[in-house]
C-alpha cells in the first residue's frame, strides 16, 4: 500500500475508532484526539484533572478499541519500583527466575501518578525512554508498541508529589480535563444510571498501530514548517540573549529539544488523520499546547499576576 493510500486509510480508520470511543466516553473531544496522535507517534500522555472526570474509564476505553494489551497500575504512597517492575525471587530449583511488573504491557495506565513519592515515579523512566527496564542488572525489553498513559491530580490538591522535570519531559503531551459541559453532563448521567451495557469493538492490532507510528515518521516537511517549531520552542528559553522581554520576566526555564522534536511528530500526525500528506504551521498549533504546556517552567512573579502556562504559550504565538 502506498503512503497516499495508507494516509486516506487512517482519516477512515481514526473516524471509526473516534465513535467507538464515543459510546462509552462523551465529549472529550480535544483529549481523546491528543491521545491518539500520541499513540499515533509512539510518545507518551499525562492527563490532568480533578478526580471523577472519567481520566481511567478513557484509557481503558482507548486500549479496547485500539486492541492492545492494557494493565493499570494504581500509584499510592507505599508503592515501591518492584511492584511496578517486577522482581527476582527464588523457584523450587532455587534458581532465581524474573516474575513481570505489571509494567509490561502494550498500554500502561498509571493512574494518579503524582500520588506516590519520586523514588517509585522514576521506576517509569526507563521504560518510558528506552521501551526496557533493568532488573539486577539484566535489561528486559518491552513489548511494542509501548505507551504510558498517567493520569495526575492537580498539584494544589493534599497528598501529591511534584513530578520531576525530567519525568514530566517525557511526556509527548500533557493534557488538561475540563468539567464536562451541563449537556453532556446530563448525557454522562443517562448513560451511567441506565441498565444499558456498550461493547467496544477492537478496531486496530499491536502490527497496526506500528505500521501507523512507521507512516507518520515517513511524512515529509517542509524546512520552513521544521524552522518555525524550532523557533517556537527556542524562544520560550529566558537564558537566551535573543529572548524576549515577557519571557525574561515570566519563564524560570523554557523547553529543551525533545519538544521540538514532539511538535515535529504531532504535527505530521495531526496532518495525517485530516487527511493532509505534509504538516504546515497549522498544525504545529494544532497540538503545541499539549506539547509546551509542561515543558515551561514559571516563576514567582508569573504565579502572582494569575499568567498560567496557556497565557504565555498563546503570547508567543
Same mark, same amino acid.
Given at each position: 500500500?502506498?503512503?497516499?493510500?495508507?494516509?486516506?486509510?487512517?482519516?477512515?480508520?481514526?473516524?471509526?475508532?473516534?465513535?467507538?470511543?464515543?459510546?462509552?466516553?462523551?465529549?472529550?473531544?480535544?483529549?481523546?484526539?491528543?491521545?491518539?496522535?500520541?499513540?499515533?507517534?509512539?510518545?507518551?500522555?499525562?492527563? $490532568?484533572?480533578?478526580?471523577?472526570?472519567?481520566?481511567?474509564?478513557?484509557?481503558?476505553?482507548?486500549?479496547?478499541? $485500539?486492541?492492545?494489551?492494557?494493565?493499570?497500575?494504581?500509584?499510592?504512597?507505599?508503592?515501591?519500583?518492584?511492584?511496578?517492575?517486577?522482581?527476582?525471587?527464588?523457584?523450587?530449583?532455587?534458581?532465581?527466575?524474573?516474575?513481570?511488573?505489571?509494567?509490561?504491557?502494550?498500554?500502561?495506565?498509571?493512574?494518579?501518578?503524582?500520588?506516590?513519592?519520586?523514588?517509585?515515579?522514576?521506576?517509569?523512566?526507563?521504560?518510558?525512554?528506552?521501551?526496557?527496564?533493568?532488573?539486577?542488572?539484566?535489561?528486559?525489553?518491552?513489548?511494542?508498541? +509501548?505507551?504510558?498513559?498517567?493520569?495526575?491530580?492537580?498539584?494544589?490538591?493534599?497528598?501529591? +508529589?511534584?513530578?520531576?522535570?525530567?519525568?514530566?519531559?517525557?511526556?509527548?503531551?500533557?493534557?488538561?480535563?475540563?468539567?464536562?459541559?451541563?449537556?453532556?453532563?446530563?448525557?454522562?448521567?443517562?448513560?451511567?444510571?441506565?441498565?444499558?451495557?456498550?461493547?467496544?469493538?477492537?478496531?486496530?492490532?499491536?502490527?497496526?498501530? $506500528?505500521?501507523?507510528?512507521?507512516?507518520?515518521?515517513?511524512?515529509?516537511?517542509?524546512?520552513?514548517?521544521?524552522? +518555525?517549531?524550532?523557533?517556537?520552542?527556542?524562544?520560550?528559553?529566558?537564558?537566551?540573549?535573543?529572548?524576549?522581554?515577557?519571557?525574561?520576566?515570566?519563564?524560570?526555564?523554557?523547553?529543551?529539544?525533545?519538544?521540538?522534536?514532539?511538535?515535529?511528530?504531532?504535527?505530521?500526525?495531526?496532518?495525517?488523520?485530516?487527511?493532509?500528506?505534509?504538516?504546515?504551521?497549522?498544525?504545529?498549533?494544532?497540538?503545541?499546547?499539549?506539547?509546551?504546556?509542561?515543558?515551561?517552567?514559571?516563576? +514567582?512573579?508569573?504565579?502572582?499576576?494569575?499568567?498560567?502556562?496557556?497565557? $504565555?504559550?498563546?503570547?508567543?504565538?
Amino acid at each position: 500500500m502506498s503512503d497516499v493510500a495508507a494516509i486516506e486509510r487512517l482519516v477512515v480508520k481514526h473516524a471509526e475508532l473516534k465513535k467507538e470511543i464515543a459510546k462509552i466516553i462523551v465529549g472529550q473531544d480535544e483529549v481523546i484526539e491528543q491521545i491518539l496522535l500520541s499513540i499515533y507517534t509512539g510518545g507518551h500522555s499525562l492527563l $490532568i484533572g480533578v478526580p471523577g472526570l472519567a481520566k481511567t474509564l478513557m484509557v481503558n476505553t482507548i486500549a479496547q478499541a $485500539i486492541g492492545l494489551d492494557f494493565k493499570r497500575i494504581q500509584f499510592t504512597p507505599d508503592l515501591m519500583p518492584s511492584d511496578i517492575l517486577g522482581s527476582e525471587v527464588l523457584d523450587q530449583n532455587r534458581n532465581f527466575k524474573f516474575i513481570k511488573g505489571p509494567i509490561f504491557s502494550n498500554i500502561v495506565l498509571a493512574d494518579e501518578i503524582n500520588r506516590t513519592p519520586p523514588k517509585t515515579q522514576a521506576a517509569l523512566l526507563e521504560a518510558m525512554q528506552e521501551r526496557a527496564v533493568t532488573i539486577a542488572g539484566h535489561q528486559h525489553k518491552l513489548d511494542l508498541p +509501548y505507551f504510558v498513559l498517567a493520569t495526575q491530580n492537580p498539584i494544589e490538591q493534599e497528598g501529591t +508529589y511534584p513530578l520531576p522535570e525530567a519525568q514530566l519531559d517525557r511526556f509527548m503531551f500533557a493534557i488538561e480535563l475540563k468539567y464536562p459541559s451541563i449537556a453532556e453532563e446530563i448525557q454522562v448521567v443517562k448513560n451511567t444510571t441506565a441498565d444499558r451495557k456498550q461493547v467496544v469493538n477492537p478496531l486496530f492490532n499491536s502490527q497496526d498501530i $506500528i505500521a501507523i507510528q512507521d507512516l507518520v515518521r515517513r511524512i515529509p516537511v517542509a524546512d520552513n514548517v521544521v524552522e +518555525y517549531a524550532v523557533k517556537l520552542v527556542n524562544s520560550t528559553r529566558p537564558n537566551l540573549d535573543s529572548a524576549s522581554d515577557f519571557v525574561k520576566q515570566y519563564l524560570d526555564w523554557g523547553a529543551g529539544p525533545r519538544a521540538s522534536q514532539n511538535l515535529i511528530l504531532g504535527a505530521k500526525a495531526n496532518a495525517a488523520i485530516h487527511g493532509k500528506f505534509s504538516p504546515d504551521i497549522e498544525d504545529v498549533h494544532a497540538v503545541v499546547k499539549g506539547i509546551l504546556r509542561h515543558r515551561i517552567i514559571k516563576n +514567582y512573579k508569573a504565579e502572582a499576576e494569575g499568567i498560567s502556562e496557556e497565557d $504565555i504559550i498563546d503570547r508567543l504565538l
